[in-house]
């Protein structure tokens, strides 16, 4: 079965820093786009950063300068690096991925289970 695991998160300090990673496992036949989401309580999910199978990066404009995505495509594995942390960061945050499972020949998106991520002094 495919699945998406997520590690890491937690609480920190404003200004301080964390890493989340998400691995991918199951049986896959490929993956393509994978990217970061978050909730905050009371408001809808956003997209945080996306990245492409070739590397190519996307950020939403509150996270640009201070967070990096990146992926290692040979470990199926996804990490947000989140530097100079704000308040206003704090929520849930999933993985997501497009993924083609060996069993059908369409892709899917995936997602994991969620990690908390509170940014408080």
């Known amino acids: 079965q495919v699945q998406l695991v997520q590690s890491g998160g937690g609480l920190v300090q404003p200004g301080g820093s964390l890493r989340l990673s998400c691995a991918a496992s199951?049986?896959?036949?490929?993956?393509?786009?994978m990217a970061w989401y978050r909730q905050a309580p009371g408001k809808q999910r956003e997209l945080v950063a996306a990245?492409?199978?070739?590397?190519?990066?996307n950020y939403a404009d509150p996270v640009k300068g201070r967070f990096t995505i990146s992926r290692d495509n040979a470990k199926n594995t996804v990490y947000l690096q989140m530097n100079s942390l704000k308040p206003e960061d704090t929520g849930v945050y999933y993985c997501?991925?497009?993924?083609?499972?060996?069993?059908?020949?369409?892709?899917?998106?995936?997602w994991g289970q969620g990690t908390q991520v509170t940014v408080s002094s």
């Open positions: 990245v492409t199978r070739g590397g190519s990066t």
């Open positions: 997501n991925a497009e993924i083609r499972p060996d069993w059908r020949p369409k892709q899917y998106d995936y």
């Open positions: 199951g049986s896959i036949f490929s993956i393509n786009d």
